[in-house]
């Protein structure tokens, strides 16, 4: 199975690694829209611009796309589509549909077979959800993220004046963590499920009050939730806040029963040191399922729930069914 | 959907007790090798011998067979498979091959679709293993199983003379959850993951100390395990063990990085009231899932690992992914 990654940034890296780890697929490119020349990919694929990739349409089976969701993804994804087989981790989940809609047009009309926010959320706790609903329909969901570092929070907090570098921090709050464990299925507010954790180097001589006081009120970002912000330097930062580790959880609690009287819990929970190289793998996983579905026919554009989890594995059905059932 | 029930123990009940939580699933029928009209249905299904299910073959899309899996379903499920869309819990590892090749033949000439192994282990668990191999293919599984009553340890006990009852549950220890959880791979034997308590009620006179020596030195179930005896009254035994609580994890730790340098956790936890109540659900589902493909026109025998998720829900593609990914 032949891959080409389409964008390289930390995800298109995660990409690259996992195939390392799975014999079964080669990368065959990174295309990048910055200069080829300056960039050195960690396994030593080479690397082309992304405007040549129609020319190597014929050593690639799957263009794993690892572009961002606001402004990258809603155009490549429908416009790669129209030639290749794609995978991508479209994660703004109000505007899913329309992804879909989008790229299942281009990929029904071309022939090509696409899937859709891959990654583990949407992904892999997506399929918990599902899973979990169809099982025990009587029940509730709950999704808890971290303790991981929101990118998307980190550059929020940049933007202010007087920063220079931030990390934050989304903790589930382990009280709303046990409290639906209980099966209880307690309502809760969205300053009772997370809280926020910000570290914070500040310009010299910049106001730390003024600074403090931007991010705990900003709208949307902070303002719901119980956040506090410490100021480091540096240094501290580079030391002790390097990584990009995430997870969370899916529990759903549901009963059965002639009158409700026996309650379920169903946890699934990911703790991860690399946000991008995990997603990278899942994705990876995928376009090996996106290639096998492609060669059985089916066209047009599909999500992690359309396909069969024998399809993400190496193992032959035999070998599935005498090692993992 | 109309499915019907063939067997009628405390799975079966499950499965029934399933369909009155799914409103597009409806049981047309139970059916038992008992007296039918000694038989009395939680929700007042009509109860028929089993030698007459294939007069009711138009009222039944999928049969659920609850049947055990040492001698009813080897024969159970290829025979009703001859003529029947089915579903099994078939759940002795060791033999999912052959039964599977022997399902698979009768299934291919019959023209039905059959799906073996269904439940939580092999079921979700196997799902979970699967998934978590095909996105970490450098790591380490481990299966721990409880705290949960295991009916084939209590039936062990219960044959002991001088034991009139008894409830055996298996533990999972929790330093051995802990290692497996740091990531560190730990080699666990037996003993290590596992514990047995069992709660005893002796015939009047019995000789304890000869039950207890029985217990913890019977080959395979208990000699390999660090095993507690309690004996209690039959007054204890109803009041604080009548459930048959069950669950466990399914915990899969791995490394992705250019040198294995990050490391990362999957964990999936059931925590149950009724293990044949949650088996059960699984089993409806999966019959939803059953009944669709078949009307697709696939043909066979089938496991959880070739059911797409999408199948298992009641909702529509659209409805998934707006609400579920």
Not at 201 to 207: L, T
Not at 282 to 299: F, K, N, P, S
């Amino acid at each position: 199975m032949r891959l080409a990654v389409y964008g390289y940034g930390n995800l298109g890296r995660g990409v690259e690694l996992a195939a390392a780890a799975n014999p079964d697929i080669e990368i065959t490119g990174v295309f990048t829209r910055r200069d080829p020349a300056a960039l050195q990919t960690v396994t030593g694929v080479p690397v082309y611009g992304a405007d040549t990739i129609l020319e190597h349409k014929d050593e690639i089976d799957v263009v794993v796309i690892c572009g961002g969701s606001a402004t990258d993804l809603p155009f490549m994804t429908p416009a790669l589509a129209e030639n290749f087989c794609v995978v991508d981790s479209f994660d703004t989940h109000a505007n899913i549909p329309a992804h879909f809609a989008a790229v299942n047009e281009a990929a029904e009309k071309a022939g090509t077979t696409a899937l859709i926010s891959g990654g583990w959320d949407p992904g892999m706790f997506s399929l918990s959800r599902l899973y979990a609903n169809a099982i025990l329909p009587e029940g509730s969901d709950y999704t808890f993220w971290g303790r991981g570092v929101s990118q998307g929070h980190s550059d929020a907090i940049r933007r202010i004046p007087g920063v220079k570098d931030a990390r934050q921090y989304t903790v589930p709050v382990p009280e709303a963590l046990e409290a639906v464990r209980s099966g209880s299925r307690p309502e809760l507010t969205t300053r009772q499920k997370h809280r926020r954790e910000c570290w914070v180097v500040a310009e010299d001589g910049a106001d730390l009050a003024a600074i403090e006081k931007a991010i705990v009120t900003m709208p949307n970002y902070f303002d719901e939730y119980d956040t506090t912000v410490t100021f480091i330097t540096e240094e501290e930062l580079q030391r002790d806040h390097a990584g990009l580790p995430h997870g969370g959880f899916v529990i759903h609690t549901g009963t059965t029963g002639a009158n409700g009287e026996h309650t379920h819990t169903i946890e699934y929970r990911l703790t991860l040191d690399s946000n991008p190289e995990f997603t990278g793998s899942v994705l990876a996983a995928l376009a090996r399922a996106v290639d096998r579905i492609h060669r059985r026919g089916r066209t047009g554009c599909l999500t992690v729930f359309d396909v069969a989890p024998a399809d993400l594995s190496p193992l032959s059905g035999e070998e599935l069914r005498a090692h993992l059932l």
